[in-house]
């Protein structure tokens, strides 16, 4: 996120943190912003945002096994970042 971006929303930064580290995969990373959202929000939303998190990750999943296209928006928007990555690469 931009500059500031996380700010906008109350504890946004604490929600930022646990995506990425969720996303980073690094155990102590994941623990530290697990603790920061309980500690700042509570359980119940912790739990939320996990599940969240979880849902989006499932729905990505779903849509390219379904092989359901990049909308032409997001194609040229991501275009150098998947070429930087290979992405192209993979077998569709």
Do not use: W
């Not at 906008?8 to 930064?13: E, F, K, R, W």
């Not at 697990?34 to 990505?60: E, H, N, P, Q, Y």
């Not at 092989?67 to 077998?91: C, H, M, V, W």
């Amino acid at each position: 996120m931009a500059n500031g971006e996380a700010d906008s929303i109350p504890h946004g930064q604490a929600l930022v943190d646990l995506v990425e580290a969720v996303h980073g995969g690094e155990e102590a990373a994941m623990t530290a912003a697990r603790r920061a959202v309980r500690k700042r929000l509570g359980d119940a939303a912790f739990v939320d945002a996990c599940a969240t998190i979880a849902s989006f990750s499932a729905v990505v999943k779903i849509a390219d096994g379904a092989g359901i296209p990049l909308e032409d928006y997001k194609e040229e928007a991501t275009r150098q970042l998947r070429e930087d990555l290979s992405i192209n690469e993979f077998q569709s």
